[in-house]
């Protein structure tokens, strides 16, 4: 009867998990990187927003990265957990001109190279590959856009690995800004900005695949006979 019984509750599985397999998963796993303290620069005259002084600073610094003062890592709105030291951010954005200095938005459709993350030895990736929209408002400046299929590289903390499609955004408050003072067609436009505040990147999160519940259930499925075979002999 012991047998039976494994038998049974193992081909109950199998029916289950190829349920699973073929409805896919039930909900999506999502993981979010919050982050603060973003300094973004940004030079009108040749078209980049970056995480470098486009003002050079002083002491001056080579390095093109920022140090934040937050990361936070949310999955399904739980959060695994905050970091506070050595983090950074090492952001650019090519082709970005015209921003209305009386406010309005700016669509790149030729996004430049990267958005890279670092939290200690942990780090992500990615390569804008879509448009990216940029508003600017009341000295608030928004930019939003994707990194879908381009993750280069990741190695994230608490086990977690980013899947696509992953949306990008940050939200800073401009300290300083120049206007163009000639600007074409007499309409003003941002010339050097320094703005502070957020960030924030969202994708999916690993979950089984198909082919890795069936793999299960076969071999819940197999342990079910091998059982009955040993009690027969």
């Not at 957990?81 to 952001?91: K, P």
Request: charge should be negative.
């Amino acid at each position: 009867m012991k047998s039976r019984t494994k038998t049974s509750i193992a081909l109950a599985c199998m029916v289950a998990l190829l349920g699973l397999a073929a409805a896919g998963p039930a909900s999506a796993s999502n993981l979010t990187i919050l982050f603060s303290g973003l300094d973004l620069y940004y030079d009108g005259e040749v078209g980049v927003l970056t995480t470098s002084p486009a003002i050079p600073v002083s002491p001056p610094s080579i390095s093109t990265m920022d140090e934040l003062v937050t990361m936070s890592f949310i999955k399904d709105g739980t959060n695994l957990g905050t970091f506070t030291n050595d983090i950074w951010a090492d952001i650019e954005l090519d082709g970005v001109f015209g921003i209305p200095s009386a406010g309005g938005s700016v669509i790149v459709n030729s996004p430049g190279p990267k958005v890279d993350l670092y939290a200690g030895a942990n780090s992500l990736n990615l390569n804008w590959d879509s448009p990216v929209e940029i508003v600017y408002d009341s000295q608030q400046l928004t930019v939003t856009g994707s990194a879908g299929g381009a993750i280069v590289g990741q190695n994230l903390p608490f086990g977690q690995t980013m899947t696509d499609p992953i949306r990008i955004s940050f939200s800073t408050q401009i300290l300083n800004s120049n206007v163009n003072p000639s600007p074409p067609n007499g309409n003003g436009y941002l010339y050097s900005f320094h703005s502070f505040g957020t960030g924030e990147v969202s994708g999916g999160a690993t979950v089984p695949e198909p082919a890795t519940l069936l793999t299960l259930g076969f071999g819940l499925l197999g342990g079910g006979f091998l059982g009955r075979r040993r009690k027969k002999k």
